[in-house]
């Protein structure tokens, strides 16, 4: 040893003692060896608590107590020192309850000599080097258990251990985060099982390919159940550790790409738009040369005929179409962004006022008109007779959309796009806006029907009934003044296009920073209701991260069923206004008969105008989406500070 020995002699005779301290000095190896003595049960623990010792001799006679219950208590405190146990008998019994009790050895006082003091000292050592050896191996893999544990437990992704027969034997918590489900109820279950359809068989044929290559790593892609009954897609790594002792499964660890789809999916539908684009611009350039000729030579023609010229009818009728001709070219052009635009500092209220005459000769008369412009609203970048002809398209879709009559609102006002919108849609600069926002009472569109809307001669009228270039021309004439378009719709339940348009004073983009939102002082819960999954998901988000509990529900039904089952109050409920089997409007009338004090806040890709007029009564707590994460936190502090419903 680097130091000298430390020896604890503990006997309530200090001849005795003094005596075994000599024989430690004499036995050899330890002759400048530090030994102390305790003459009692309780100097001994006291001197065991003050100082380290690597060997201790313990008398089995301790007055009161005795040498083995010392040892225990000396166990129990965590205290590991080797011990040997003495004493004047030497009973059988004695021995081993002393070797059960932990002690290195035993000795007999009546045969002690300096030799046996000195092999039982050796020994004794030997066994606590030993025993320090295997704490601290055992240490070292509770850690590496604990470290490994807290990884896999606080691991975005989710692992899975399979058996032979694909069933689940282990998941990691995170599948509650992914998933919804709970460890416990899908442990038993079949992998397959919780697969979109489609994708079944595929990870079927991987898995039995796993079972016959041990250790190769295999790669798939999957949709899998989520417990409101969607589906995640995700990436994953098969392995098949069987045959290994420590593992014995087929590992499945899957990583969510729902999201990363889904901005793919985003670029690629910019991608096919900017190809279609290029190639009708490049066709309506070459038919715009050709009708120019065609046109020309007509028109040269007809000077050359008599008013009461046989053919002249026949050149007016081919003059009509090639003007028609040339009208759809325009229309290519500028949904191939290849128009000329003069952009200018332009007033949108001005433009949508200018407009609104000409919008009720047009609309007809069973199609009611309502403008909503906010005051004070900055100058846009843009060319207006384009952004004009932005209004008028958007108008007469709308009136196509509402053939038996209906209500037409034009709204504007200044919007952020922020950070967390953008990261979202994939060619968003994020900023402030002017948006136009146009909404009809109509008959809504479908989701597979809005996917396609600003394609250029998609169409959902009869044939014959339109070219399908309206909305496309919309469509380049927002992206080539620098702006952005998202439509928002329901079935049955009307449309709303909201146009963002870029600033013509750069100056008035620079807004303060906001002041900081006032942390929660309860711990207050809100009722979060709202289908699409992926806005409940960050509406929840936000929320506990500004402190809220958060409790969510995927419809109006399944809300009423957690506000039963919640024992605590609901200070908050923010519903989504369009839902399967029940609205947002009746959800607040149910939960308020029963819980009188919660407050309620509406959320609706519908302006809050639209949604007035439509849904709720003027004056209800309103957000309209897409909202900023601060402007959610923000509206949400309001209403539960303020003093009524």
Same mark, same amino acid.
């Given at each position: ?6 020896? $604890? ?12 301290? !000599? ?5 050899? =190896? ?58 004047? %008998? ?32 050796? %020994? ?28 896999? !437990?606080? =691991?975005?992704?989710?692992? /899975? ?53 041990? +250790? ?22 098969? #392995? ?9 499964? #087929? ?5 969510? *790409?729902?999201? +990363? ?17 290029? /190639?009708?611009?490049?066709?309506? %350039?070459?038919?715009?040369? $050709? /009708? &120019?000729? *065609? ?31 040339? &009208? ?23 433009? #949508? ?8 000769? *047009? ?13 004070? $609203? ?31 609102? /034009? ?12 990261? =979202?849609?994939?060619?968003?600069? @994020? ?30 009228? @009869? ?17 080539? &003044? ?35 939102? @006032? ?44 506000? %039963?089952?919640?024992?605590? @109050? ?46 709720? =009564? ?13 402007? $959610?936190?923000?509206? #949400? ?9």
């Amino acid at each position: 040893m680097t130091r000298p020995l430390r020896v $604890l002699v503990v006997d309530d005779s200090g001849e005795h003692a003094a005596l075994v301290g !000599e024989m430690v000095h004499s036995a050899g =190896s330890w002759p400048d060896a530090t030994v102390d003595q305790a003459g009692s049960y309780a100097a001994a623990l006291e001197a065991l608590d003050r100082r380290a010792y690597d060997l201790a001799f313990f008398d089995y006679w301790l007055g009161a107590e005795d040498g083995l219950r010392l040892l225990r208590d000396v166990r129990e405190r965590g205290i590991h020192v080797p011990v040997i146990l003495l004493t004047g %008998h030497g009973a059988e019994d004695v021995a081993v309850d002393a070797m059960k009790a932990g002690a290195a050895d035993y000795l007999s006082k009546t045969n002690l000599t300096v030799e046996t003091i000195g092999r039982a000292m050796r %020994h004794a050592i030997a066994l606590g080097i030993g025993e320090q050896q295997k704490r601290a191996a055992e240490r070292a893999l509770r850690s590496s258990e604990e470290r490994f544990r807290a990884l896999v !437990e606080n =691991s975005w992704e989710v692992l /899975l251990l399979l058996d032979v027969e694909g069933r689940i034997t282990y998941t990691t918590p995170s599948i509650t985060r992914q998933f919804g489900w709970r460890p416990e109820q899908v442990i038993g279950s079949v992998l397959v099982d919780l697969l979109h359809a489609e994708d079944r068989r595929p990870v079927a044929q991987k898995l039995s390919a796993a079972l016959g290559r041990p +250790g190769d790593r295999m790669m798939t892609e999957a949709r899998i159940r989520h417990l409101d009954g969607t589906y995640r897609s995700m990436d994953a790594i098969v #392995v098949n550790r069987l045959p290994e002792p420590a593992v014995n499964a #087929v590992v499945f660890n899957a990583r969510d *790409i729902t999201e +990363g789809r889904r901005l793919e999916e985003q670029l690629r539908q910019s991608q096919k738009m900017e190809a279609v684009g290029r /190639l009708a611009g490049g066709v309506a %350039h070459d038919f715009n040369n $050709l /009708l &120019t000729a *065609i046109l020309g030579y007509c028109n040269l023609a007809l000077d050359d005929l008599g008013p009461k010229d046989p053919s002249r009818r026949d050149l007016e009728e081919i003059r009509d179409a090639g003007e028609r001709a040339a &009208t759809l070219t325009r229309q290519l052009l500028a949904f191939s962004r290849r128009q000329m635009l003069q952009p200018e500092p332009t007033d949108l209220n001005g433009l #949508v006022q200018q407009t609104e005459k000409m919008l009720h000769r *047009i609309l007809g008369e069973d199609i009611e008109l309502i403008t909503a412009l906010a005051p004070g $609203l900055p100058e846009i970048m843009a060319d207006p007779a384009s952004i004009e002809q932005v209004i008028v398209s958007l108008a007469m879709n709308a009136r196509d959309a509402m053939p038996s009559g209906g209500r037409l609102i /034009l709204e504007t006002m200044v919007s952020e796009l922020d950070d967390a919108y953008a990261d =979202s849609h994939a060619t968003v600069l @994020p900023g402030l806006y002017v948006m136009l926002a146009v909404t009809d009472s109509g008959e809504g569109m479908d989701a597979a029907t809005r996917s396609r809307i600003f394609e250029p001669f998609f169409t959902t009228k @009869p044939q014959g009934k339109g070219t399908g270039l309206g909305l496309a021309t919309v469509y380049g004439i927002v992206k080539q &003044t620098g702006g952005y378009i998202w439509v928002y719709s329901e079935p049955a339940h009307g449309t709303v296009f909201k146009v963002y348009l870029p600033l013509a004073d750069a100056a008035y983009a620079a807004v303060a920073a906001p002041e900081p939102l @006032p942390a929660s002082r309860e711990r207050e819960t809100i009722l979060l209701v709202e289908d699409e999954e992926a806005v409940r998901s960050l509406t929840a988000e936000v929320l506990s991260r500004q402190g809220f509990e958060v409790i969510d529900a995927q419809d109006g039904v399944e809300a009423l069923r957690v506000a %039963h089952s919640f024992a605590g @109050p609901i200070h908050l409920l923010l519903t989504d206004i369009v839902m399967p089997h029940m609205n947002g409007r009746d959800l607040a009338e149910k939960l308020i008969a029963v819980r009188p004090d919660t407050k309620v806040l509406f959320m609706s890709g519908y302006t809050d105008h639209a949604v007035v007029h439509r849904e709720l =009564s003027a004056g209800a707590p309103f957000l309209q989406k897409p909202f900023t994460p601060d402007a $959610l936190a923000r509206k #949400v502090r309001t209403l539960l500070d303020g003093a009524a419903h």
